[in-house]
């Protein structure tokens, strides 16, 4: 099975932890992301959709893209996404962090943060950034992120 998964999701793949335990939930920022899989993954959260050469040079441009994949052998599911912009070694800010409701709730968002977190540390990045919705932010503070003095959108993360 890791041979497998190593083939489809790459070397820096992780395992998530899920409560059924009946599908496999995998993460990685190897594999690639197809567009037309993003898009109705941003459907479904209710995004507004963007052009899709704009996208692949978001991407492209990027400095780390997560999927997150419900493993099938044959065919891997895009259901959650994140990625960060930034130098990679003093700060980075992090991007379109969404996961398909039909998977929400099970602690998945918060496992794709720590990912991401993880991921970013391993480069010593010194300081991270994100935007939050406002009817996020609570999601973002209660992982230990910093709000700015007024509370709404911006959100910090320091290296200890
Ligand atoms: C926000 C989002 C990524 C959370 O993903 P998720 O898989 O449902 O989150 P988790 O199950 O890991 O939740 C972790 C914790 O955050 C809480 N939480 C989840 N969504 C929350 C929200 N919108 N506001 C406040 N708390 C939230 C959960 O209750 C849970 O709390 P617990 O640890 O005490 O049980 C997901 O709801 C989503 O994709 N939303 C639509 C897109 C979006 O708004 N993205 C954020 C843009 S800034």
New binding site residues.
Partial sequence: MSELLNHLYGQHHRLCTTPAGQVTLVLSRDREIDLIELEQLCDA???SRRPIRRVRRALQNSLLVVGLWRHDARLPKLVGFARCTGDGIVDATIWD???HPL??????????MVYVLDVLRSWQVERVS????P?????YS?QGWELEPKQRRCAFWYAP
């Fill in positions: 959260v209710g995004w962090v969404a996961v998977y929400q709730g099970a602690g998945l968002g918060k496992q794709l994100l935007f939050a919705d009817g996020v932010v609570d999601f209660t």
